[in-house]
């Protein structure tokens, strides 16, 4: 089982991103997708999460408006669409599955997790 994370770099202030998250070695769709970050010194923090077929999408307060997530399962891919990015932005950006379940707002929730992708966001 494997997530990978990608797609991150520097950006201006107000500036537009969009990361994606590639899976493999488990069926793709059984799975709902969740994305996390982590700033340097504090703690993971959940972004939002897509459920299994995306119909359903739920995000944290600080993003809504701002950032998208959609998934293509034909391509075992999961995408975090951001814009009007802002310093506090920041972040490691992580993907992470959860089985048969729309993960919360926890990490606990989920059984698998991809390694990081930075964003830095310059003001």
């Known amino acids: 089982v494997q997530l990978q994370a990608f797609g991150g770099g520097l950006v201006q202030t107000g500036g537009s991103l969009k990361l994606s998250c590639t899976a493999s070695g488990f069926t793709f769709d059984d799975y709902a997708i969740g994305w996390f970050r982590q700033a340097p010194g504090k703690e993971r923090e959940y972004v939002g999460t897509i459920s299994r077929f995306g119909g359903s999408q739920y995000y944290a307060d600080f993003v809504k408006g701002r950032f998208t997530i959609s998934r293509d399962n034909a391509k075992n891919t999961v995408y975090l669409q951001m814009n009007s990015l802002k310093p506090e932005d920041t972040a490691a950006y992580y993907c992470?599955?959860?089985?048969?379940?729309?993960?919360?707002?926890?990490?606990?929730?989920?059984?698998?997790w991809g390694q990081g992708t930075l964003v830095t966001v310059s003001s």
């Open positions: 992470a599955a959860v089985y048969l379940r729309m993960g919360g707002s926890r990490a606990a929730d989920y059984d698998y």
